[in-house]
Each structure stands twice: as structure tokens, then as C-alpha cells.
């Protein structure tokens, strides 16, 4: 993220990101933080593992919520 936010600076791109990841940079007012619309983005988690690989039950239940 920190190269992200360099290039961010530096204007070569720009990026969406959580606000909590450049809290620092938006608090000196070194980056910009703009509305991405009236929608509400949502995130979609989801877990890598090895294929074949059996899941201790305990990973298992936690990846089950």
C-alpha cells in the first residue's frame, strides 16, 4: 500500500482504498479523500488454500461464518 500511496502522490495514479490505510496522508492533507458516489461499496471476502488440502475442522468452522 505504501507504493500505492507514493504514486498517489506523485500523480501517476490514483486508487480506492479504506479511508484507515492513508489516515495519516488525509489527516497532513498529503492525499485527497473524494466521494465515490451514493452507493455503498461492499466487499467480497474469500479464502485461498491448496487444493486437496483438508481443512482442520477449526478453520473449517471459521471460514463457515
Do not use: N
Amino acid at each position: 500500500m505504501e507504493a500505492i500511496k507514493e504514486l498517489v502522490k506523485i500523480g501517476l495514479r490514483s486508487s480506492v482504498f479504506a479511508s484507515w490505510i492513508a489516515r495519516a496522508e488525509l489527516e497532513s492533507s498529503s492525499l485527497v479523500s473524494l466521494p465515490l458516489g451514493t452507493r455503498k461499496l461492499r466487499r467480497h471476502w474469500g479464502v485461498a488454500h491448496l487444493k486437496g488440502l483438508r481443512l482442520p475442522l477449526a478453520e473449517e468452522t471459521f471460514f463457515g461464518l
